[in-house]
C-alpha cells in the first residue's frame, strides 16, 4: 500500500544577492539583486506502508525542502504530492492530524514545562480525549524509557532525554506517518544506539512508517531497508540497503598513531590515503579484507591510538557520481 506518492515534485527559491562590504549592503537595500535558486527539480518517488526509509543527501541537497512540501510548511511550485491519500496544499489540517514530525535540530517541546505537561499539552492539540491520553502517555512513557524524567522540566534534560521526549511528543496523537529530520545529530554513541533502537521498536509495535534523514551513516545501515540519495535537487540513486551497502558502504577509514614508522603499500582491499610515517590513514575495502587483517599488517604492538570510522556520506555521494558517469 502506496503511503507516499511524489511527482514531478519542484520547489525554486529567490534570493538576495549581496555585495561585500558597506557600499554592496547599502546597494542591497536600495537596490537589491535576486538570483533563482532551484532546491528540488522534478522529483518522482514512493513510499510503502510501514517502511522506514532513509532520504539522505549533502547539506543544501534539498531534503528538508522536499519534507517541507510533504508536511505543508512549504508549497510545490510543480508537481504533486500525496501523503496518505491527502494533498498537504489542499488538505493541510486533515493531514497534521495523520503525520508526526521531529526535527533534531529544532525544540517543539515548550522548555519551562516538564515533558508530561508537555503530552498532555500536545493531547489537547490533537483532540485527544483525556482518558485516551492518558493512556497513550503510560504506553509511550514505557516504551521510551521515560519514567525517571518525566516531571522534570525540558530544560534540565540532556539532549538525548530531550530528544527522545521529541519522539514521544510526536507521537501521541497515533501518525501513520513519521518525518525524523537528523533525529540522532549532536549524541553520543550510546544514546544514538537507544534512539536507533526505539525507532525500530516503534516501527514493529505501531507500524509507523518512517520517513529519516540523516549525515549519519550508522543510523542508514542500522535503520532502513531502502535508501533515496538526492543531490542538488535531483534523486541520483533510489536503491534498497543491500544493494547500497555491497556496492557503496563496504569501505571503513582506519586512522592509527604509530609508535614506529611502518612501510606500507597498496594492496587487494587496502588503499593508503594518507602516510606521514607515525601517522597513517587507510581505506579498507571489507568485501576484499577485513578491518582486523588491517590491522594486523599495521602490527597492534606498534598502534599507540586507532580511529575506525565510515567513509563520509559526501564521499559516498561523489562515488556513486563516478560510477554513474
Known sequence: MTIIEVKNLSKKFRVKVKENGLKGSLKSIFKPKYKVVEAVKNISFEVEKGEIIAFIGPNGAGKSTTIKMMTSILYPDQGSVRVLGFDPVKDRKKLSYEIGT??????????????????????????????ACEKRIDELAMLFELDDFINTPVRNLSLGQRIRCEIVASLIHEPKVLFLDEPTIGLDPVVKENIRVLIKRMNKEFKTTIF?????????????????????????????????????????????????????????????????????????????????????LLNPDNIIDINISNVPLEDIIRNIYQKKD
Open 102 to 131: 521531529v526535527f533534531g535540530q529544532k525544540e517543539q517541546l515548550w522548555t519551562h514545562l516538564t515533558p508530561y505537561d508537555n503530552f498532555k499539552f500536545f493531547g489537547a492539540i490533537y483532540d485527544i480525549p483525556e482518558a
Open 212 to 296: 529519516l534523514t540523516s549525515h549519519d551513516v550508522g543510523d542508514i545501515e542500522k535503520l532502513c531497508k531502502r535508501v533515496i540519495i538526492i543531490n542538488d535537487g535531483q534523486i541520483v540513486l533510489d536503491d534498497s540497503m543491500e544493494n547500497l551497502k555491497y556496492h557503496y558502504l563496504n569501505k571503513k577509514i582506519v586512522e592509527a598513531k604509530m609508535k614506529e614508522k611502518v612501510n606500507l603499500d597498496d594492496e587487494d582491499g587496502i588503499t593508503i590515503l594518507k602516510d606521514k610515517g607515525y601517522n597513517l590513514k587507510i581505506e579498507v575495502d571489507t568485501t576484499k579484507r577485513s578491518v582486523a587483517d588491517a590491522i594486523k
